[in-house]
């Protein structure tokens, strides 16, 4: 009989009937539905007690190669900051037309110019240093690392997991055990940054070498190159534009985890002054220095981005001129020239700012409040507590009773079984799986329900192995004691998933549809992808102060992106044929997009997704800034108090929620390709 | 096309097999044993333990000089032989002499020497290094055999001319046509001067009519060269155009070995009878593989004056109305041997 009914169906009939059995069995058993304490192991003190431990053999190290690199960190320092403004400006804008012709290099002008009136040259060159020796040492690093990974094929897997672990544990966890190791200073900052943006060039290098031609490698063996020879006169050459997207990456990771290494505090740099004007809620200030961080962002990632393409020669004279004129002008206009801090032009204009954003929240303060508590009494409470917690005489001006739960659950039951009738079972399974959450609330689950029901998608998705690792790295975490931050991480990224799918599949499919939405909707992508993480704190909390909402609206204007541009990609990369075979059978718009885009597109779509759930952990922590209560707070508290167990319990925590969801959503994206016989 | 019999093989392979997957030397030797040295249930009983034995048992020799064609379909283990013989993968076991010396057993550095002096290969997709001009990717061999900088841009110039590139030397492959860009790979092959080349199907990716031009080319090159060369190809008419033998390939086996008249007039099965079924005979097959030396002489009335590298074909067309044997001249100017008109048209008969 068993064969009758589809995995997905009998995995959703079994995490039911678990989930009905604690919701019955709660209040004979209640460590049906919270683990009890006394089982919890104190990881967070082993951990932190191991590494002290080992941090005190390593400190003598640490702390000396520290002090190497302040030396290269101060030269860069007092190369960019006290380098006469003028020649600094000249020398960008001579590169931008080197790598972009004219657009490029008034960009760069205009961009530093407006850094320069800012106020803020000093705290952004002393940004601008740090990311100079970080990327190095991160493309040394990274580089390395790929190419082992390329010559030493049996390293290849731990080497992918050890990058896919970097990239997910949280940018704050990093800091901590660093902050220990080698006490506060911008070299903690230096060094973070080093290793958050070591995987991109590993990646690029170890995917770049992997596509070169066979026929190029074996080419090169045949000519007489040795195996050196071979790397770096013929593969590494090969690949220099996979190897440059790589090195865009790295810049710009960079730059951003400098940016948030601000938060340890101790030097004097943009992110700092960021952190600074938002706490004393000068938003003026905050939305020009927040303004200078983009610029940054933009200028150099259109610059570094441009190595990786083919671009027309410009004229070598054009450059030298450049640079003639602001040696020229530097040198004549020396003794003229103001400090570079002394020039706050927009002094005015932040004032300005301010007295603007005053008078608008006067006039719409109301309005604003009033969409973010009902958004949270409707939406976030609902789905953090659940119906039978959040619906009081209070908030939605009754009280929850026993009926009305009876009532949710029977009408819950009949729309099932309507499903059912009509062939839909399995959607009917998760309609009362989706009530029954909505009524306990996520941070209410019962944990043999949550567990079961990751095992559940693993097993659908992948197979027992899959399964097994959905059950054992979140059983991990509940053993930690850190189950309760865990589900609320769990809620607040799943509801800002939850928006970023709807939203940004909708985008995705106007885009799709129609290239005038297209061409608005791509330089917003390109913006909100080059923005650093940090800077979107600023407007969400000038408009809704610190909280929840605030954290949910940062997180989705982030994560949103990659789920417009897959849904987008997914739906125009239908083969042109299947769309002409579809049309002369007859198919109008509508079937076609139905019955033809999208099935075809679900893979990259769901790839989408997977991006959206990363960027949404990795901005998670970001939030703890404007207060949230989960995981990412938990680390934000370790850094501050100097917790390291805590710190990296936590960031391991959420390495672990992001990569059980990434393996998951990868998992189904597989599946679905190997049924249209793609190759994702 | 001139072979001297009687000089040392080029290449001499004995027993060569190429086995991928799990512990390939060790596998082969148990069923190599357990099978009691039988090919076929060998590679019958690797196959069953999941190893893919990709190349099964190949023994020839190639001689001084010849152009020696592997043909095969995709999948038969041509370009794999061709690449165990040039060492681009390690062969599981048997015996490769190069010039009577065992290359399975050089060394690294002895391998290098080889590659650099010695070997020339051109690619099916050119391999073609993308970010060096024209003339340095054909002076990349002569750069690693150290030479320095203005003498081998002189040589990779000279080979350029003599592939018909004078004049592209600075342009990117990517500007180049397909035709070119083989060209280029043909010149870089060449640009040591190499004893041995190897060439896997160098013409295969092209269109028909740049093809056939690069084939001819081909033959002037090697007309004026005299190299020994491994050819791989999958198109019979190639092979038969090119080759002084052919070794033919089905999965992993070489089933036949010899001269294109051989192997179009005495296919040894099925398999090759089917390679061979569209090709015209009379245009491929020479007087001198079906003439005989009977003894005595018969009568011979006619001399239509066929020579013995003359194509069947043409030997019809110029003894249409005779019926007696007539005398076939070898090229010193002596007779070589009979042929009968009858046995001419006998041996166009098609198969069925």
Known sequence: MTDRFSPGTRAAALVLLVGAACLVLAPLAPWLVKWPVALTVPATEWIGAAVTWLAGFLKPVARFAAQ?????????????????????????????????????????????????VSGYWAPGMTTLSLVAVAVPLALLAGGV????????????????????????????????????LLGFGPVVGLIASSIYAAPPIARNVLLGLQRVEPDIREAAAMNGANPWQQLFLVELPTASRQIWVGVNQTIMAALSMVIIAAVIGGFDDIGWAVLLTMRKADFGNSLVAGLVIVIFAVLIDRMSGSLAETRPAHARKVTWAILALAVISTLAAARYLPASNDIGLLGGITDWVNDVLGRFIIAFGPLLSSVKTTVMIYVLLPLRIGLDHAVTPATWGFPWSATLSVAWFVVAALLAAVLAWRGHLLAGLVLLLAAGMLKLGITHLPWPFVLLGAGALGWVAGGSALAAYAVILPAIIMVMGLWEPALLSLYLSGTAVLICAVVGGLVGLLSALSPAVWSVVRPVCDLLQTIPMFVFLI????????????????????????????????????????????????????????????????????????????????????????????????????????????GIAAGAAMAMLALVADRLVQGFALKRSEELGLHV | MAVNPSAPPAISCKGVWQVFGVNPKKNLDRAWQDTGGNVRETALLLRQHGLIPAVQDVTFDIREGEVFVIMGLSGSGKSTLIRTISRLIEGTAGEIRIGGEDILAADAKRLLALRRDKLGMVFQHFGLFPHMTILDNVAFPLKMQGMATGPRRARAAEVLELVGLKGRETARPHQLSGGQRQRVGIARSLAVNPDLWFLDEPFSALDPLIRRQLQDEFLAIQADLGKTAVFITHDIAEALKIADRIAIMRDGIVVQIGTPDDIILNPVDDYVREFTRDVPKGRHAHVETIMTCPDPLPAMPDDPKLSADMTIDSALAACMALYQPVPVWGRDGQMAGVVSPSALAGALKAET
């Not at chain 1, 960008?92 to 205009?110: E, I, N, Q, S």
């Not at chain 1, 049996?154 to 990239?167: C, E, F, N, S, T």
């Not at chain 1, 960027?615 to 939030?623: G, H, R, T």
Request: a neutral charge; one cysteine or more.
């Open chain 1, 68 to 116: 190497m690199l302040a030396y290269p960190m101060g030269w860069a320092g007092q190369v960019l900051i006290h380098a006469p403004f003028p020649l600094t400006i000249g020398v960008f804008t001579a590169l931008g037309w080197h790598l972009g012709g004219w657009r490029m290099a008034l960009g760069a002008l205009a961009g530093l110019g407006f850094v320069l």
């Open chain 1, 539 to 646: 407007p969400v909390l000038m408009l809704f102060q610190i909280g929840e909402f605030s954290a949910l609206l940062a997180i989705c204007s982030y994560a949103v992106v990659p789920m417009i541009r897959y849904t987008r990609q997914g739906l125009v990369s239908t083969p042109e044929e299947q769309i002409e075979a579809a049309i002369s059978s007859g198919a109008n718009g509508r079937a076609l997009l139905t019955e033809v885009r999208l099935p075809y597109a679900t893979p990259v779509i769901l790839l989408g997704l997977n991006q959206t759930i990363l960027y949404a952990f990795s901005m998670l922590v970001i939030a703890a800034l404007i207060g949230t209560t989960d995981l990412g707070q938990q680390i934000y508290l370790a850094l501050g108090q100097g917790d390291v167990g805590l």
């Open chain 1, 145 to 180: 690392t790929g190419i082992i990974a390329y010559k030493v094929p049996a390293l290849r897997r731990p080497i992918h997991l050890l990058l896919d672990v970097m990239q997910t544990v949280p940018t704050f966890a990093y800091l901590t055990p660093l902050l220990l």
